[in-house]
């Protein structure tokens, strides 16, 4: 229970480089089933809470009558890769409320995933604030706040009603008071992030996976959100992306959502568990093959197959420019 | 002399992520002016000991059998940016010796840099190997074995005449027996990579740079090398590159040079110092933090104006999508 976690890489006969890692797993009440590093130091869950953030847009009704289906919600949930699908699906959502591209707050970046910013180049094209990976997150804010009837413009801000719901939701998931009683910050797209420490994001994934100790409509509004992101794994992330792998490896069975700076979430509803692990330095790396590694001690008792295939992602093989095997990227033990 | 260096990156009011660093800085004899960290643990030096590795370039005659400037000299030294003036200039290298791209062993990749990836794919082009960052190295490697009359092909191999002669620079330079008594690997440009203390890179980098402790010939070569990159520092980087950085804040005073994995090395002659450091987990971000904390102590007392200008640099503010500071990364003492 307490063996800690290090993420190695290697080059040839020896370690190059190493990460630490600081997790929990825990129930509903909880109680760890796995720990491991300092799990008591604040952490911004950046997007691996995704799920949380949409909570409003299902408790308000929005969803519901905006008819809204799994790719939606997943895209809500999303940290995509701004592919094609993703940014006609988030251009889709923000019309069945009236607005468009315009109105997002989130700011342009190219596509984290090389291959389809190289793509974007080579059609002439420009990133615009559709591509940015959380524009499905804040088309979800506005299609709650036009439901809602607020004035959309301003919704990132700390003090806009979207954000209210959201922190509140995050108080209590978190039993934190953010920004009160932890650490506050500004994401990068712009909306504010609170940290608590692991344990209240793991809690919290557990607690709505488990439906117990969260008020019922809450938790359905959680396992609705998680079920869709199982469901459409690829709204949520995109082509090559780990939290896609990791979702359909054990379909339905296993939700995991990466969030910036090396921090990973998720919960494994069938062992009515929660997790949350945040690599030190913030290498995402490290988190894709800590969740993996985690993944494994989980299901090693009850599904020893499953468990050597998370096994198998919590190693990765690093290839030169020649495709030569010069090395590793592994989940050991310490 | 015994303080750590600890790299950190905050958001909001809090920090987010923290990179423990290990480096010294010492002069020709190896006496320590600043440690930190384990230094003991063997290190892969990857492309921050290029200069070592160009160095028979010059003690083999070719680089004045073939007329290279100092432009010529910085490319052989470099991790460039793949930028069409590093493309154009690799290429005239290879063409001193009658040879071409065909004849490069180091793969392809994109520009790590991504403006100029975005703007390879945006004119509908491929990355050659001519793109790769190694290829002036690559073509230093291959002028030197037409000059030796030797067959240039499989020049990478550990068993080349080409390698041969590095792997004897190394020994000579960092007091080890390459791959014998310290881990070796392959290199992303599939040459050999050799692990080694950093004391003893730091220590033959302060050799070459005092011009003691070493054979004369070489230790001119060392400093041609050297002298080379300071004068035309963008062929051995780039556009918004760190070592280009590092090197104008004090013209012809400062040689840096960044390795991947979080390796930085250079050498202050004026001070008869050479330094190397590795970031534990093997973060660039850390690592020119880092080097830039660590110049502005070495000049600290001599030159408080530049030491001033590298604390500067030691601190990088962070911004999101729509501009909004954020927070920064920062080196700190521990």
């Not at 008071?177 to 793991?202: N, V």
């Not at 979430?265 to 993996?292: I, N, Q, Y």
């Amino acid at each position: 229970m307490t063996t800690d976690i290090v993420i190695e890489t290697t080059r040839g006969n020896a370690v190059e480089s190493r990460h630490r890692v600081r997790g929990l797993v825990c129930d509903a009440s909880g109680t760890a089933v796995l720990a491991f590093g300092d799990i008591d130091r604040p952490v911004f869950p950046r997007s691996a809470i995704k799920v949380f953030q949409a909570i409003p847009l299902i408790e308000t009704g929005a969803a519901d009558a905006l008819g809204l289906d799994a790719g939606d919600l997943s895209l809500a949930c999303a940290s995509h890769s701004g592919e094609p699908g993703h940014v006609a699906r988030a251009a889709s959502l923000l019309a069945k409320v009236g607005l468009g591209e315009a109105h997002l707050e989130c700011g342009c970046h190219w596509p984290f995933d090389q291959p389809v910013a190289l793509a974007l180049a080579r059609a002439g094209e420009e990133p615009g604030q559709l591509h940015n990976n959380c524009s499905g997150k804040h088309a979800g804010f506005l299609c709650t706040a036009v439901h809602e009837r607020e004035d959309p413009a301003g919704y990132v801000g700390a003090d806009h009603a979207v954000q209210r719901r959201v922190r509140d939701v995050l108080a209590d998931l978190t039993e934190t008071r953010p920004g009160k009683d932890q650490p506050a910050g500004i994401d990068g797209c712009s909306i504010p992030t609170y940290a608590a420490p692991l344990r209240g994001f793991a809690k919290g994934f557990a607690r709505l996976a488990a439906g117990q100790g969260v008020d019922g409509a809450r938790a359905a509004a959680g396992r609705r959100l998680m079920a869709a992101c199982m469901a459409e794994p690829w709204y949520m992330a995109g082509t090559r992306r780990a939290c896609v792998s990791l979702m359909e490896a054990a379909p339905g069975r296993v939700f995991a959502k990466t969030g910036a700076e090396g921090v990973f979430c998720g919960a494994v509803p069938e062992l009515g568990l929660g997790f949350a692990l945040k690599v030190d330095d913030g290498a995402t790396r490290a988190s894709e093959a800590a969740v993996a590694a985690v993944l494994a001690r989980l299901f090693r008792t009850g599904d020893a197959a499953l468990a050597d295939r998370y096994d198998a992602m919590s190693h990765t093989t690093l290839r030169n420019w020649q495709g030569t095997k010069v090395g590793e990227v592994r989940a050991v033990d310490a």
